[in-house]
């Protein structure tokens, strides 16, 4: 069955560390991925999308995510992170036969501490 | 504003009640979709409409959901005899035709006591 895994509930690093948030995914076909931030009581905001094409995606906010086929994965990073980026983020699989629905992952909640 | 926008934005209702969200999507996207997220959870998929056509609904949508989109533009979500297990937050988002990017509106979060 179609899923997204984010194995890490939690994550704390300190600002202007580096970070990376894991994603797998499971889909039949030739995944589109995307990565969302949500803020607490917010919505959901686009940081980046995959398609096809080159693996590494640039997206908003000086995100960036790399695309391994081989690995099922889909992994956000940053190279240093500001006390802002302290949100929530799920990674998401588009599953087209079925109108283009999101699948998404339980999501991972990011703390910056100071 | 042209984003997608949700009313209202916090509701609190008792058990059994009644309650109906609305979402206004952009306005030359012709697919919108609600999803719904519980704590802890991430969003997942209830119904989505191609214009006024609803195409597709979860088996969590239960028969005390509704959804409708009447003239292809706005959409309403109506839950009947809320339960507390209903309390969530519940999310729109739209697409225009072609795409696969979805954007959200701000989410309506639902209280049942």
């Known amino acids: 069955a179609q899923s997204v895994t984010q194995p890490d509930i939690h994550i704390t690093v300190s600002e202007g560390a580096s970070l990376e948030l894991r994603c797998n995914y499971s889909?039949?076909?030739?995944?589109?991925l995307f990565w969302y931030v949500q803020s607490p009581g917010q919505g959901l905001q686009l940081l980046l999308k995959?398609?096809?094409?080159?693996?590494l995606v640039q997206g908003i906010k000086g995100f960036e995510a790399e695309f391994k086929r081989s690995q099922s994965s889909f992994n956000l990073r940053k190279p240093s992170v500001h006390w802002s980026d302290a949100a929530e983020y799920f990674c998401?699989?588009?599953?087209?036969?079925?109108?283009?629905?999101?699948?998404f992952g339980a999501g991972t909640i990011l703390r910056v501490k100071s | 504003d042209t984003g997608v926008s949700q009313d209202p934005r916090h509701k609190i209702t008792k058990r059994g009640q009644n309650v109906t969200f609305r979402c206004d999507p952009i306005s030359e996207h012709n697919r919108l979709y609600w999803y719904r997220q519980t704590l802890g959870q991430g969003p997942e998929f209830l119904t989505y409409f191609q214009n006024e056509a609803q195409l597709e609904k979860s088996r969590l949508l239960s028969d005390r959901f509704s959804a409708e989109r009447p003239k292809g533009s706005f959409s309403t979500l109506e839950i009947q005899r809320t339960e507390q297990g209903d309390s969530a937050m519940y999310l729109c988002?739209?697409?225009?035709?072609?795409?696969?990017?979805?954007?959200f509106g701000p989410g309506t979060r639902l209280t049942v006591t």
């Open positions: 998401a699989v588009v599953f087209m036969e079925y109108g283009n629905k999101l699948v």
């Open positions: 889909y039949g076909a030739t995944p589109y």
């Open positions: 988002a739209s697409i225009r035709q072609g795409s696969y990017e979805q954007y």
């Open positions: 995959y398609f096809s094409g080159d693996t």
